[in-house]
């Protein structure tokens, strides 16, 4: 039963997002923006291996989740260029593998206590819920992945 009510959740948050990249949850604190970008750095590495893949970041991150997400996605052994608005995407080098694009949105639906991110990845995506109980973060389903 519970297995039903993280997947119909999950399926509802995912039709809520849309338009541009960011945080958009209004009730995060820096322990849960921590929390989860550590938690999507640790899914992450589960698909993509840290030492071998590089990450360009393609939006802005001035929220307490960007933030920590470029922080520990470096203490994670990642190889990441920040995002710069003038710069061009830099070409893969000789025999190398260009820098995976990554977006995020982290978001919530009014008068709930979940939130959902979503780690945008090349051409997947990495999506999980997760429920606010007491200012502590749970998970309120597994990751899903759509590639």
Avoid at 34 to 45: E, N, T
């Amino acid at each position: 039963m519970h297995a039903w009510i993280a997947l119909f959740a999950t399926l509802w948050l995912a039709a809520c997002a849309s338009g541009p990249y960011g945080n958009f949850a209004e009730r995060t604190t820096p322990a849960i923006n921590q929390q989860l970008a550590s938690a999507s750095v640790r899914q992450l590495a589960v698909v993509h291996p840290p030492a071998s893949t590089r990450l360009r970041i393609n939006q802005e991150t001035p929220d307490g989740y960007g933030t920590s997400l470029v922080s520990a996605l470096r203490a994670s052994g990642f190889s990441v260029q920040e995002f710069n608005p003038q710069a061009q995407p830099a070409p893969a080098p000789s025999g190398g593998i260009a820098p995976l694009p990554v977006n995020y949105i982290v978001d919530a639906p009014k008068d709930s206590e979940f939130l959902r991110v979503t780690l945008l990845v090349g051409r997947e995506s990495l999506s999980r819920i997760y429920a606010v109980q007491s200012g502590r973060l749970l998970a309120a389903g597994a990751w899903v992945r759509k590639e």
